[in-house]
Structures are given as structure tokens and as C-alpha cells.
């Protein structure tokens, strides 16, 4: 379901606002549909990258990768997913909480798949 006057697309599980988008697009289609197949290129390599940080205790990338995934769920909001970047993203620039971000990279990632089962329906 989409309400074309809020440009929120959501089901029983998960709420993705792409009001930012059709804002800075100027409700421009084509533009929207590249930025939403760019976002499903680069969130799931970005979202590896912040594991293999995760397992690797580099808390440092682990920040970077997590900030870079907010970036673009700034534009894409995946408000659940957004959520759990930023505590993923603080813990990591703080190295305070880490024995939890196991545990938030899972919930990040099953956010992610079911807002990828949705934005493609809708934009592929």
C-alpha cells in the first residue's frame, strides 16, 4: 500500500516514508526509481561490510559503515531500520554497548529484507 500524500509505502510489518525523495526529485519518477535501485544496490554491500566490521571488532568501520547506512535511510526512511543504525552507529563511535550490536546488526538486516520485498514490488 502506498498514500500518495504522505509517500508512505507500509504493511503489517514494516513503514517506509520516501516523502525526502519525492521532495528533492520534484516528483520527478525516473529519478526516484534510480535512487531506490540504488539504495537496494548498495544498502545490502553496505550492510556486509558493517558485519565483517562487526566480526572483525573494528569499531572504528563499524561507526563508518553504520553512519554511511543512515545516510541513505535519511532519504529511504526505513524508520525501525534508521532507528537501529543510529544505536549501532553511537555504540560503535562510543565502545559502549558492543556486546548488544550482534544482536542490532541481525534486526537491521531483517528490516532491510522486508523493506527490499516492498520497495521492489513497488519500484522494480
Known sequence: MIDNNSHIIANDDISIDISL???ISGNDEVFINTMVR???KTMPET???????LDAKDWENVYRSAHFAKSS????K???MLD????????AKNEAGLEGLPNLVQKIKQKYLLAEKILRERFE
Open 38 to 40: 540504488t539504495f537496494l
Open 73 to 76: 535511510l535519511s532519504v529511504i
Open 21 to 23: 525523495l519525492f521532495q
Open 78 to 80: 526505513i524508520i525501525d
Open 84 to 91: 537501529l543504525v543510529v544505536q549501532v552507529e553511537v555504540n
Open 47 to 53: 550492510l556486509e561490510k558493517l558485519e565483517k566490521n
